[in-house]
């Protein structure tokens, strides 16, 4: 067997190595996923961003994929600024809460995300405005035509930061001066970071996340703006939590839990290695193959059939009688040795004699025979008749 | 699983397989320890016989020291289609068994047998120990010696009725004198020899043999309608059984029997003669013989039997009509080849109409169909007729029948002298 088809299988082997080298060779293509991961280099990961908070942030600076919520259940809540980028981002009434209970505490949490939902920023005062993020990589190229500056600026200031207008369609609308301070906004004049104080804390909504991203901070002097928005956090540790961007970084399948509970993980592998020592025992041949040969086949049924029904078609039922009195006369004369010819009482009787049936049943029959006989058509009442009544004399003599 | 319940369980499972593992590790050791083995030996005939049931036997040794489970499977041919040889055996230490088996195969040529897989395991039963043992083997299957075995010793011991076969009353004297013996009740008054009756002073008679040295062929047609198969078996292979088996027949009754086949030539001629190796040869024309199922030539047997065979022979054809036209077509040859010798016809039931002549049909076409099929079947009555009309002897027979009914017509026209 393998000798037959070690040609295909060096050709098969060959192509596959062909296929992985190709891949290996090609160049990479840009993933132009939007992550804000700490680890992506890709224009829409946060690397750069990372690398700067770690030599620039006075703190430490923490990562994780913790809900707000989560960090609320924590005893020692690692740093006293919390950041949050996202693209949507939404919380349920549990986080809600723990927003604001974390605000109360003294922490200082930045949202920068493209959407919010409204129950959080309802609760603000605040609404954001153009929703919708689309991304158009064709138009990346073109001029930047959108600036960012912060009102500690003079109007007449050069903006810190641009980026085309793609990547910073939203700002706020916001209805509460009082409670809210703005703290940047675009060429166009719309506000782009607000802070609102809570508590001892604040809540700092950025409606650019994009500035965040490698795209963004390598660009001219951008970095500068990302910098002074920082600032307005105040020093100590920063937790940065990826969860509202890629949830959670780990496996979501039952086996995870499975896998963390000893006696399941044991019966698990238990069950994992017997099926395994199963398959590689059980799957080897327990003896040689047996071709499957058709054995020659008495085809005279099938053939008989197709004749009958070539004869059923034509429904002669008068021929097919014809052929059936013969079988009987034949059958009379030579199994029975009766001749029909002689008087038709005398072969009654013998017949009678001979099938241990009643004179009358076998008068009946010659009778019907005659019948017959002497009929241009019969029906197929008439044929069924016939043949059973013969069936009934004959059948058990 | 339920430590995961009762926490303080999973201690007690750990244990529990701890303890599984030592049973495992101990099973090996009684399974693949140093000497201790497992020997199965095949058992069977250099040759078998077609159609009929063939003994295999199995000899297992077990070399363990302890009582051991067996299952063992036979590699058998991949011809029988049976993948049931499967057998299992429980065996004590050091103990020996045989397993039997038939197999019965249906057609001729050689057939391979591989190894015998013996899986051993002990009373424990978590580990299986495989054996690959027995040889590969080839073996030749013959035309049906059993049955040519089993008529020889009947023939022998004039128990043929056993079989089916007829006593036929015979016809007149024969005049072949073979010896004296002493009157028994029964004999015939005018078979008394009154001169050795004066001799011996008691009541002597003559006895008298067949005539011998009579020539007996075996005709067979290899043609299309031999393809047919019985149980398996191809109508060729019952004429080849049943021309082994009447040859022999013919040879110890001391005539010469001798072997023709064709088809749409004239294949195989192999001369009568009683010679101590005749049957031989008759075997080994038979067992060589292949076909392609062609339509047969029956004017080329005619023209060689007559250029052959000048003496007078009773010719044996094994053949197939399955209507009046197709034996219309062969019947002025079948005519001339009577006209020298003594001709019977031999062809076959169709056993397979059987179940539809029987049927009791529920509706019109199953009417149809049983009086067609019974059509059928009259028409193997009249070709019967036709043959008796123009003086041609036959046999009508069911496959299954066919050896007892040929020798039977043998022994009846044996006794009617016609040859």
């Known amino acids: ?397 | 699983m339920l430590a995961y319940v009762f926490p303080l369980l999973f201690a007690v499972a750990q244990l529990v397989l701890l303890l599984a593992l030592v049973v495992l590790c101990f099973d090996a050791y009684q399974l693949y320890a140093k000497g201790r083995r497992m020997i199965a030996t095949r058992l069977c005939a250099e040759r078998f016989s077609n159609g009929d049931d063939n003994i295999v036997q199995i000899v297992i040794e077990n070399h363990f020291p302890i009582a051991t489970t067996v299952r063992l499977i036979d590699e058998i041919p991949f011809q029988f289609q049976r993948r049931d040889i499967n057998f299992k055996a429980a065996l004590s230490a050091h103990e020996n068994k045989i397993v039997e088996y038939m197999l019965r195969p249906v057609q001729r040529g050689i057939y391979q047998f591989g190894n015998i897989r013996v899986f051993v395991k002990s009373h424990i039963g978590l580990i299986i120990r495989r054996f690959d043992q027995g040889k590969e083997l080839k073996v030749d299957v013959y035309p049906s010696y059993l049955q040519l075995h089993q008529y020889e010793l009947m023939a022998i011991h004039h128990r043929l009725e056993d079989l089916g076969i007829k006593k036929v009353r015979k016809i007149g004297h024969n005049i072949e004198f073979e010896h004296i013996r002493e009157y028994v009740v029964g004999d015939d008054f005018r078979t008394i020899n009154w001169k050795a009756t004066a001799r011996k002073n008691d009541l002597m008679v003559n006895l008298y043999q067949d005539e011998k040295s009579q020539q007996v062929y075996a005709v067979i047609d290899k043609g299309r309608m031999m393809k047919m198969p019985f149980e398996g078996l191809s109508l060729l292979d019952y004429a080849i059984n049943s021309a082994l088996v009447i040859s022999n027949i013919a040879i110890k009754k001391g005539d010469m029997a001798g072997l023709i086949t064709f088809d749409k030539t004239f294949d195989s001629y192999l001369p009568a003669g009683k010679r101590s190796n005749q049957m031989h040869d008759i075997l080994g024309h038979l067992y060589n013989q292949t076909t392609t199922f062609g339509e047969s030539d029956f004017s080329t047997i005619y023209v060689q039997v007559k250029r052959r065979i000048r003496r007078r022979s009773l010719m044996l054809l094994y053949t197939n009509f399955e209507s009046i036209h197709s034996l219309d077509r062969q019947l002025p040859f079948l005519r001339k080849l009577s006209q020298t010798h003594l001709l019977v016809v031999i062809f076959f039931e169709n056993t397979e109409l059987d179940s539809l002549v029987n049927s009791k049909p529920e509706n019109t076409p199953g009417l149809y169909q049983k009086v067609i099929a019974a059509q059928f079947a009259f028409e193997k009555k009249q070709i019967v007729k036709t043959l008796h009309r123009h003086g041609i002897q036959t046999v009508l027979t069911r496959p299954s029948e066919l050896s007892v009914q040929v020798i039977n017509k043998y022994i009846e026209l044996k006794a009617r002298q016609l040859i």
């Open chain 1, 1 to 397: 067997m393998l000798k037959a088809n070690w040609k295909y299988i060096v050709f098969l082997t060959g192509v596959l190595a062909m296929y992985f080298a190709l891949l290996y060779f090609m160049p990479q293509r840009f993933n132009w996923f939007v992550t804000f991961y700490q680890k992506d280099k890709n224009p829409f990961g946060a690397y750069v961003f990372k690398t700067l908070t770690d030599h620039s942030w006075a703190g430490p600076v923490f990562t994780s994929n913790q809900t707000l919520y989560e960090m609320t259940l924590e005893d020692t809540l690692h740093g006293n600024n919390i950041l949050v980028l996202c693209e949507n981002y939404s919380s349920t009434p549990e986080e809600l809460d723990a927003t604001f209970k974390l605000a109360n505490q003294g922490k200082t949490i930045l949202v920068a995300a493209h959407q919010m939902d409204t129950t959080f920023t309802d609760s603000l005062g605040a609404r954001i405005n153009r929703p919708s993020f689309q991304l158009y990589l064709a138009q990346l190229w073109g001029e930047d035509s959108v600036g960012l500056r912060f009102e500690s600026q003079q109007a007449t200031d050069h903006p810190l930061l641009w980026l085309p207008d793609q990547l910073l369609p939203q700002y706020f609308e916001w209805h509460d001066p009082e409670r809210a301070q703005v703290l940047a906004t675009n060429t166009r004049g719309e506000v782009v970071l607000l802070r609102f104080p809570v508590g001892q804390g604040a809540i700092i909504l950025s409606s650019t996340p994009m500035v965040f991203t490698n795209f963004s901070m390598i660009k001219s002097h951008n970095h500068r703006f990302v910098s002074e928005l920082l600032s307005f956090m105040p020093q100590g540790t920063l937790h940065w939590t990826a969860y509202y961007q890629l949830g959670r970084m780990e496996a979501t399948t039952p086996l995870r839990y499975i896998l963390s509970e000893p006696s399941l993980k044991w019966a698990l592998f238990i069950l994992i290695v017997a099926v395994l020592i199963f398959m590689v025992s059980e799957a080897r041949r327990k003896q040689r193959v047996i071709p499957v040969i058709e054995p020659p086949k008495n085809e005279t049924l099938d053939f008989v059939k197709t004749i009958a029904r070539l004869y059923y078609y034509k429904k002669d039922h008068k021929d097919l009688a014809a052929k059936k009195i013969l079988h009987i006369t034949e059958y009379l004369r030579n199994a029975l040795q009766i001749d029909i010819n002689e008087e038709m009482n005398e072969v009654v009787a013998r017949v009678a004699a001979k099938t241990q049936r009643t004179p009358q049943e076998v008068k009946i029959l010659f009778e019907q025979i005659n019948t017959i006989s002497q009929s241009r058509q019969i029906s197929a009442g008439e044929l069924r008749s016939l043949i059973d009544r013969t069936d009934q004399i004959f059948n058990n003599h």
